[in-house]
């Protein structure tokens, strides 16, 4: 199984980009894993709403190059839906049964995701309604993943 991260801009702490080299190695483990990331659009301090649209929508067009026929794609969003670990586990599981050999986790910019692509996404997931750094988002996702690969082969890690 290939499990991909397609995430719009670059980790700036040192400290962030280790936590994820750290899951990064721990995943290979259990599946092909990797991080796309691509370029945030520039914008000034105060957008306007048709800014931050038009930027999205680069953004956006940028990330479905990067999507395969086939694949299942979750996009990450404040309204997604919010599941327990073990769902996600349970995900991690079925999605190869249903003859995808792809995930993409799709984490857009500090300004989210375009609709039209949250809208082609098979899921939406939210981490929670609590708010969190942008960047921290791709650590807590890649533990979450890597959780769930625990979970399914029955390790101690998830308590």
């Known amino acids: 199984m290939n499990v991909n991260i397609i995430a719009t801009g670059k980790l700036k702490e040192e400290y962030l980009r280790a936590a ?7 995943l290979s483990a259990f599946c092909r894993f990797s991080v796309i990331e691509l370029p945030e659009s520039r914008l000034g301090d105060d957008p306007s709403d048709k800014e931050i649209a038009r930027a999205l929508d680069t953004e956006a067009e940028q990330i479905r190059a990067k999507l395969t026929n086939g694949s299942y794609n979750i996009a990450m969003c404040i309204e997604g839906k919010q599941i327990p670990s073990e769902e996600l586990a349970g995900l991690l599981e079925r999605v190869p049964t249903e003859g995808k050999s792809t995930i ?5 910019s500090s300004y989210g995701i375009a609709e039209s692509l949250k809208k082609q996404a098979d899921l939406r997931l939210s981490m929670s309604k609590m708010t969190f750094p942008h960047q921290l988002a791709r650590v807590m996702v890649m533990e979450q993943i890597y959780r769930g690969f625990m979970i399914n082969s029955g390790k101690k890690y998830h308590k």
């Open 20 to 26: 994820c080299a750290e899951y990064g190695k721990r």
């Open 104 to 108: 993409n986790i799709i984490i857009g």
